[in-house]
């Protein structure tokens, strides 16, 4: 891939649109930094398909705000992308969203990525832009979310009993923690690190990467592959912006998004194995619960997740979601 | 006319300052009792950190209209000595015109900012975004109308002496 | 750089000059920007967009609880106990109260995170005292001007709570770091208040007639104070709360000690101390807002990635470059007060150096040393402007007074910015880093 990469042209043609694109993370590194892959073949996809006439500019390092923020920019068109935003950002726009958050629902990665690069991602893709005027150009689903804590290995859900689990405000998580009997304690990011290694808290969950990002795996002892959650992180075209494009341009945007996405999941899965290695060598205890023990996890948060969620969600999305995922699977052929 | 509009001021600082204290106390009480409730009872309740960021906002847009009103922004007076009387009074003048254009852009984004996210709803409250936007505009606002009674007040009566620098009346 | 950006920054500058209030020339500056600059009239809903998430930061919720419980803590006599208590240490050496005056701004900043409640808590006391024993005017609010400094560099501390959340650095391990430091200026100060003893002609100031249990009584009415860092620190550091929680526990135990170990805390003065906590807060989240939105000028401008490769291309070694950053801060703070400093340059800064192997917690602890030198600088110096204000005397014998204890301070803030171990061991001990 490194051969193919070449800086983001800065120079300034009068006649050259320029895309903004933000993002919370850096720049500059494939490996360290997530969305610097996707820039740059997104990049160079666009200035070749439509010969210089629009150049992505890129600002990392929450150079222009915070995810919240950037969604909130991108809606109203002071920049046209973001990355790295998750499902949860669009949730107060078109809380349907919120489907793809519920808990032990992709039974692997494949699926999930078959599901949402499919008929499925495009058509919540096309039902987010129409209420937020903010459209999902990449799915990226990349990684499981995993329980990790310093009190005693997970193996079921009674392992869970008793424990203070970070998780971010939102009501799944809440209530998905909550079904498994542990306390969930809303911590900032920024604070998280601090608070696992004073005891404020026990444990948190996320993916491996998103461990080795905050170096939670210094102050975390054991880290159970119960892959509740595909962490999916998303990049959002302005709507607005994207339905003006002329519609060979917007061809070229789509195949640009396409490509990026295709290299920089091939970057996560390169590094996913490398990333739990990373963990265990830093003396994390990993377990992988069993089949028998797996469906534990998913009996106990089933009902209480489900209820909450159907608050949120229009019946039909559940339906479809099932459905796509049976089909997924027929094609990639059996789970895992 | 002025008193009329000078008691009107004292009325809506009244009602901001006991505002602005009343939510300042709720958020003091809500982030200890989250201590207390995670330490001793093993629970956290989810919505405390996002009510007392948001409420925070509103405190400040609240008290940040009392400095207006109470004159007790932060200056450099150093040079204030140097300037010939009249020409400070102009310049003061200049000032106030130029805060009220800020507020006055101010409020008028606030209001777009709260009315555009009005049907999205936050994380954890999950209440509607305006309540926590409002708080930019009706700040401005009565930002705005003090400086416009401080204004008037000047034009009419002469701007006060003050002997002292105002890092005294200020509040840092 | 281009025109639309000098403009600003001769906006700022020019409007700050004239005697603008401060807020509004930075609102001022940034607005400009949205008229001058070609396209970015239709962009203007960042401005109140980005002055509200500016605001919205969860960590900076313990700048108010941190201001309020000192505002408590002063309120309920607790000054007047330090003093006392300091009095005891070391008023009976020769310059006594000069060193009380030191020792006391110590133990104060344990209990608050701000200079300015430093200099006006504590200030009309010390320097009537120090007026009292024969001391000047001018050298007694020089020195308590100075000794002002060193309280947020000892935690609690606001602008560590503000670089922090700018530079996603954890706040325990920066107030951590400040403590040493802090420490240090203090003794920095006590040095040059020693060698003047000697040139001088300064009196001792013992407490007369001391018995064993005037000493126990002095020692347990300070008591209650001295706790305050010690149940901060401790409970971040033992995990029953996060250094934001830390706040409210602050509040809560200053409350307490009001209402049942002083019985001084009344209702009404209650109420007035919040008021006058949320009229502080607000000022500096103003700032912070309108800052937020000239930082946000800067990277869309790409200041930051532009700052970085020129840094880079000049290939300085890092103590070269600490040195002229250094510099530039202190020139700064000649005009631009700490706040603004560290949200203008913190998030610029911060990654560069990183980069360049500087530890963010150390970077941190110089970036806010300097910023607190900043208070200590004409024409832009709040300190000294408070300092004149409380003791009557003018700016300019303050500034000559307070020109030795200056030096004093840059001594200690070289040793900082090349010997990291100074700021670095404290949180590497409790593996905060
Ligand atoms: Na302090
Ligand atoms: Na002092």
Same mark, same amino acid.
């Given at each position: 891939?490194?051969?193919?990469?070449?800086? +983001?042209?800065? #120079?300034?043609?009068?006649?050259?649109?320029?895309?903004?694109?933000?993002?919370?993370?850096?720049?500059?590194?494939?490996?360290?930094?997530?969305? &610097?892959?996707?820039?740059?073949?997104?990049?160079?996809?666009?200035?070749?398909?439509?010969?210089?006439?629009?150049?992505?500019?890129?600002?990392?390092?929450?150079?222009?705000?915070?995810?919240?923020?950037?969604? =909130?920019?991108?809606?109203?068109?002071?920049?046209?992308?973001?990355?790295?935003?998750?499902?949860?950002?669009?949730?107060?726009?078109?809380?349907?969203?919120?489907?793809?958050?519920?808990?032990?629902?992709?039974?692997?990665?494949?699926?999930?990525?078959?599901?949402?690069?499919?008929?499925?991602?495009?058509?919540?893709?096309?039902?987010?832009?129409?209420?937020?005027?903010?459209?999902?150009?990449?799915?990226?689903?990349?990684?499981?979310?995993?329980?990790?804590?310093?009190?005693?290995?997970?193996?079921?859900?009674?392992?869970?009993?008793?424990?203070?689990?970070?998780?971010?405000?939102?009501?799944?998580?809440?209530?998905?923690?909550?079904?498994?009997?542990?306390?969930?304690?809303?911590?900032?990011?920024?604070?998280?690190?601090?608070?696992?290694?004073?005891?404020?808290?026990?444990?948190? =969950?996320?993916?491996?990467?998103?461990?080795?990002?905050?170096?939670?795996?210094?102050?975390?002892?054991?880290?159970?592959?119960?892959?509740?959650?595909?962490?999916?992180?998303? +990049?959002?075209?302005?709507?607005?912006?994207?339905?003006?494009?002329?519609?060979?341009?917007?061809? +070229?945007?789509?195949?640009?998004?396409?490509?990026?996405?295709?290299?920089?999941?091939?970057?996560?899965?390169?590094?996913?194995?490398?990333?739990?290695?990373?963990?265990?060598?830093?003396?994390?205890?990993? &377990?992988?619960?069993?089949?028998?023990?797996?469906?534990?996890?998913?009996?106990?948060?089933?009902?209480?997740?489900?209820?909450?969620?159907?608050?949120?969600?229009?019946?039909?999305?559940?339906?479809?979601?099932?459905?796509?995922?049976?089909?997924?699977?027929?094609?990639?052929?059996?789970?895992? | 006319?002025?008193?009329?509009?000078?008691?009107?001021?004292?009325?809506?600082?009244?009602?901001?300052?006991?505002?602005?204290?009343?939510?300042?106390?709720?958020?003091?009480?809500?982030?200890?009792?989250?201590?207390?409730?995670?330490?001793?009872?093993?629970?956290?309740?989810?919505?405390?950190?996002?009510?007392?960021? &948001?409420?925070?906002?509103?405190?400040?847009?609240?008290?940040?209209?009392?400095?207006?009103?109470?004159?007790?922004?932060?200056? +450099?007076?150093?040079?204030?000595?140097?300037?010939?009387?009249?020409?400070?009074?102009?310049?003061?003048?200049?000032?106030?015109?130029?805060?009220?254009?800020?507020?006055?852009?101010?409020?008028?984004?606030?209001?777009?900012?709260?009315?555009?996210?009005?049907?999205?709803?936050?994380?954890?409250?999950?209440?509607?975004?305006?309540?926590? &936007?409002?708080?930019?505009?009706?700040?401005?606002?009565?930002?705005?109308?003090?400086?416009?009674?401080?204004?008037?007040?000047?034009?009419?009566?002469?701007?006060?002496? #003050?002997?002292?620098?105002?890092?005294?009346?200020?509040?840092? | 750089?281009?025109?639309?950006?000098?403009?600003?920054?001769?906006?700022?500058?020019?409007?700050?000059?004239?005697?603008?209030?401060?807020?509004?020339?930075?609102?001022?500056?940034?607005?400009?920007?949205?008229?001058?600059?070609?396209?970015?009239?239709?962009?203007?809903?960042?401005?109140? #967009?980005?002055?509200?998430?500016?605001?919205?930061?969860?960590?900076?919720?313990?700048?108010?609880?941190?201001?309020?419980?000192?505002?408590?803590?002063?309120?309920?006599?607790?000054?007047?106990?330090?003093?006392?208590?300091?009095?005891?240490?070391?008023?009976?050496?020769?310059?006594?109260?000069?060193?009380?005056?030191?020792?006391?701004?110590?133990?104060?900043?344990?209990?608050?995170?701000?200079?300015?409640?430093?200099?006006?808590?504590?200030?009309?006391? =010390?320097?009537?005292?120090?007026?009292?024993?024969?001391?000047?005017?001018?050298?007694?609010?020089?020195?308590?001007?100075?000794?002002?400094?060193?309280?947020?560099?000892?935690?609690?501390?606001?602008?560590?709570?503000?670089?922090?959340?700018?530079?996603?650095?954890?706040?325990?391990?920066?107030?951590?770091?400040?403590?040493?430091?802090?420490?240090?200026?203090?003794?920095?100060?006590?040095?040059?208040?020693?060698?003047?003893?000697?040139?001088?002609?300064?009196?001792?100031?013992?407490?007369?007639?001391?018995?064993?249990?005037?000493?126990?009584?002095?020692?347990?009415?300070?008591?209650?104070?001295?706790?305050?860092?010690?149940?901060?620190?401790?409970?971040?550091?033992?995990?029953?709360?996060?250094?934001?929680?830390?706040?409210?526990?602050?509040?809560?135990?200053?409350?307490?000690?009001?209402?049942?170990?002083?019985?001084?805390?009344?209702?009404?003065?209650?109420?007035?101390?919040?008021?006058?906590?949320?009229?502080?807060?607000?000022?500096?989240?103003?700032?912070?807002?309108?800052?937020?939105?000239?930082?946000?000028?800067?990277?869309?401008?790409?200041?930051?990635?532009?700052?970085?490769?020129?840094? =880079?291309?000049?290939?300085?070694?890092?103590?070269?470059?600490?040195?002229?950053?250094?510099?530039?801060?202190?020139?700064?703070?000649?005009?631009?007060?700490?706040?603004?400093?560290?949200?203008?340059?913190?998030?610029?800064?911060?990654?560069?150096?990183?980069?360049?192997?500087?530890?963010?917690? #150390?970077?941190?602890?110089?970036?806010?040393?300097?910023?607190?030198?900043?208070?200590?600088?004409?024409?832009?110096?709040?300190?000294?402007?408070?300092?004149?204000?409380?003791?009557?005397?003018?700016?300019?014998?303050?500034?000559?007074?307070?020109?030795?204890?200056?030096?004093?301070?840059?001594?200690?803030?070289?040793?900082?910015?090349?010997?990291?171990?100074?700021?670095?061991?404290?949180?590497?001990?409790?593996?905060?880093?």
């Amino acid at each position: 891939v490194g051969a193919v990469l070449s800086p +983001v042209s800065s #120079h300034d043609a009068r006649a050259q649109e320029i895309v903004k694109f933000a993002t919370v993370d850096c720049e500059g590194d494939i490996v360290d930094c997530p969305y &610097y892959a996707y820039t740059e073949i997104f990049n160079q996809v666009l200035e070749a398909g439509t010969s210089g006439r629009y150049t992505l500019q890129v600002f990392p390092n929450s150079q222009l705000g915070d995810l919240e923020s950037l969604t =909130e920019q991108t809606a109203r068109g002071i920049i046209q992308m973001t990355a790295g935003q998750n499902a949860g950002q669009l949730a107060g726009y078109y809380p349907s969203i919120q489907i793809v958050e519920m808990p032990y629902t992709f039974p692997s990665l494949e699926v999930g990525r078959a599901v949402m690069q499919g008929e499925f991602g495009q058509d919540l893709s096309d039902a987010v832009a129409e209420a937020s005027g903010i459209r999902i150009i990449s799915w990226l689903p990349s990684a499981f979310r995993s329980f990790a804590n310093n009190v005693r290995p997970i193996k079921t859900p009674k392992d869970m009993e008793g424990l203070k689990i970070r998780v971010q405000p939102v009501p799944i998580h809440l209530a998905m923690v909550e079904a498994l009997g542990a306390s969930a304690t809303p911590i900032a990011w920024g604070e998280l690190y601090n608070a696992l290694q004073t005891g404020v808290v026990d444990g948190q =969950e996320n993916a491996p990467y998103v461990i080795l990002l905050g170096h939670l795996e210094e102050v975390q002892k054991f880290y159970t592959l119960d892959n509740h959650l595909l962490n999916m992180p998303l +990049v959002f075209i302005n709507e607005e912006f994207y339905q003006g494009l002329s519609e060979e341009d917007r061809e +070229v945007f789509d195949r640009a998004a396409r490509l990026a996405t295709y290299s920089m999941l091939g970057i996560i899965a390169a590094k996913e194995t490398q990333d739990l290695k990373k963990i265990a060598d830093a003396g994390v205890e990993i &377990y992988s619960p069993t089949p028998e023990e797996f469906q534990q996890f998913v009996e106990a948060t089933r009902e209480p997740v489900r209820k909450v969620l159907e608050e949120k969600v229009d019946a039909e999305w559940f339906d479809k979601l099932d459905a796509a995922i049976k089909n997924a699977q027929a094609e990639i052929g059996g789970t895992n | 006319m002025l008193n009329v509009l000078e008691k009107t001021a004292d009325i809506l600082g009244w009602i901001a300052s006991t505002m602005a204290r009343l939510m300042l106390i709720f958020i003091a009480a809500i982030l200890f009792l989250q201590v207390v409730l995670r330490y001793v009872f093993l629970f956290s309740l989810p919505w405390p950190e996002e009510a007392a960021r &948001y409420l925070m906002i509103w405190v400040v847009m609240l008290a940040g209209s009392l400095l207006i009103k109470d004159d007790q922004l932060v200056t +450099v007076d150093f040079f204030d000595k140097l300037w010939p009387r009249r020409l400070l009074v102009a310049r003061n003048v200049l000032f106030r015109v130029l805060l009220a254009g800020l507020l006055g852009v101010l409020f008028w984004q606030g209001i777009d900012l709260a009315t555009f996210s009005a049907n999205r709803t936050t994380v954890a409250l999950q209440i509607s975004w305006f309540w926590p &936007y409002l708080a930019i505009p009706v700040g401005a606002g009565l930002m705005l109308f003090h400086m416009l009674v401080l204004a008037l007040r000047d034009l009419l009566r002469g701007p006060p002496e #003050h002997h002292e620098p105002t890092v005294l009346r200020a509040e840092i | 750089m281009d025109g639309s950006l000098l403009v600003i920054i001769g906006l700022l500058f020019g409007l700050l000059l004239l005697g603008s209030p401060v807020i509004f020339a930075i609102g001022f500056a940034g607005l400009a920007y949205f008229l001058v600059e070609p396209g970015m009239l239709s962009m203007l809903p960042i401005f109140a #967009h980005k002055m509200f998430t500016g605001m919205d930061v969860f960590i900076w919720l313990s700048i108010p609880l941190f201001i309020m419980a000192g505002e408590i803590m002063t309120s309920i006599g607790m000054t007047d106990r330090l003093l006392g208590f300091s009095r005891l240490l070391v008023g009976s050496f020769r310059g006594g109260l000069a060193y009380v005056n030191v020792v006391g701004s110590m133990l104060f900043g344990g209990v608050s995170g701000s200079a300015l409640a430093d200099i006006s808590a504590l200030g009309p006391v =010390e320097i009537e005292m120090m007026k009292k024993d024969g001391y000047r005017a001018d050298f007694a609010a020089a020195l308590t001007v100075s000794s002002a400094v060193q309280g947020p560099i000892i935690p609690p501390s606001i602008p560590f709570i503000i670089f922090s959340s700018l530079t996603q650095t954890s706040v325990a391990a920066l107030f951590l770091a400040g403590a040493i430091p802090g420490i240090l200026i203090g003794a920095a100060l006590m040095a040059v208040v020693f060698v003047m003893t000697r040139l001088g002609n300064f009196p001792a100031n013992p407490i007369g007639n001391l018995t064993f249990v005037k000493i126990v009584r002095i020692v347990l009415e300070a008591m209650w104070a001295l706790l305050m860092p010690v149940i901060i620190i401790g409970g971040i550091v033992s995990g029953i709360f996060t250094a934001t929680e830390a706040a409210a526990v602050a509040v809560a135990y200053a409350v307490l000690i009001g209402v049942v170990a002083y019985r001084n805390l009344t209702l009404r003065k209650f109420w007035a101390i919040v008021d006058r906590t949320a009229r502080t807060s607000a000022s500096i989240y103003l700032i912070v807002g309108f800052a937020t939105i000239i930082s946000w000028i800067l990277a869309n401008e790409r200041v930051p990635s532009e700052l970085g490769a020129l840094i =880079e291309g000049a290939n300085l070694p890092v103590w070269a470059l600490l040195l002229m950053i250094n510099l530039f801060f202190l020139i700064n703070g000649l005009w631009i007060g700490d706040s603004v400093q560290l949200l203008l340059f913190a998030p610029l800064f911060t990654p560069i150096l990183a980069a360049m192997g500087v530890d963010p917690v #150390h970077f941190g602890v110089i970036m806010v040393m300097n910023v607190m030198i900043g208070l200590l600088t004409p024409p832009y110096g709040l300190a000294l402007y408070l300092g004149s204000a409380v003791s009557g005397e003018s700016l300019g014998a303050i500034v000559r007074q307070s020109l030795p204890f200056l030096l004093a301070c840059l001594f200690v803030l070289l040793l900082v910015t090349y010997i990291p171990a100074i700021s670095l061991t404290l949180p590497r001990f409790f593996g905060f880093i």
